[in-house]
């Protein structure tokens, strides 16, 4: 019940194109949504995140879409620039974010020039 | 610099040896976070402290493991008796309202 299951694994994208990345939980005590990027030998920095009582949040080229019934959220990149190359991961905490952070395993995202 | 900070930002050790990382958080943040990250894995969590009190341990936390906040400032992580299994970056966040802000994490390798 504490599993975030992100995916894919890895993503390989255009550039210009969209990269979506996929999560799902269980727990439906989960009440905050945020998602990280991570580059090589740097800490995860905090990208965009949402709560449930919204079903979609935009800042800038990045979008959280949250579908509450299917207990699913979505991260798409716009127009993917090489610089978005990193890692993604997902994450899911109750409480609105103060409890800890159960994270998904990951997605790799290559974007091609 | 304003961010969380970690130190050292890598340490090898040898099995058997005890090991102790730093971090400072924001300073306004009451929460702090300990989570483990293996290559190729998400952060996995730790502990965390409100302040100065140690809310909650996770199962992944032996008691080889021992972490501290004293007087809700900066915190601590020991690994005493190291093993190889404990090699794994350990990350630091903190946070006021909700919104975690990871450091850069110490990469820990026992060799």
């Known amino acids: 019940q504490q599993q975030v299951k992100q995916s894919p694994q890895s993503l390989i994208v255009q550039k210009g194109g969209i990269s979506i990345i996929n999560c799902a939980y269980e727990n439906t005590a989960f009440d905050y949504f945020p998602w990280y990027q991570q580059f090589p030998g740097k800490g995860p920095a905090l990208l965009i995140a949402?709560?449930?009582?919204?079903s979609e949040k935009k800042e800038g080229r990045f979008t959280i879409s949250f579908n509450k019934s299917a207990k699913q959220f979505s991260l798409h990149i716009m127009d993917s620039q090489p610089g978005d190359s990193a890692t993604y991961f997902c994450?899911?905490?109750?409480?609105?974010?103060?409890?800890?952070?159960?994270f998904g395993a990951g997605t790799r995202l290559a974007v091609h020039p | 610099d304003t961010g969380v900070s970690q130190d050292p930002r890598h340490k090898i050790t040898k099995r058997g040896q005890n090991v102790t990382f730093r971090c400072d958080p924001i300073?306004?943040?009451?929460?702090l976070y300990w989570y483990r990250q293996t290559l190729g894995q998400g952060p996995e969590f730790l502990t965390y402290f409100q302040n100065e009190a140690q809310l909650e341990k996770s199962r992944l936390l032996s008691d080889r493991f021992s972490a501290e906040r004293p007087k809700g400032s900066f915190s601590t992580l020991e690994i005493q008796r190291t093993e190889q299994g404990d090699s794994a970056m350990y990350l630091c966040?903190?946070?006021?309202?909700?919104?975690?802000?990871f450091g850069q994490g110490t990469r820990l390798t026992v060799v």
């Open positions: 300073s306004e943040h009451n929460r």
């Open positions: 994450a899911a905490s109750a409480t609105g974010g103060y409890n800890k952070l159960i």
């Open positions: 949402i709560r449930p009582d919204v």
């Open positions: 966040a903190s946070s006021l309202a909700g919104q975690a802000f």
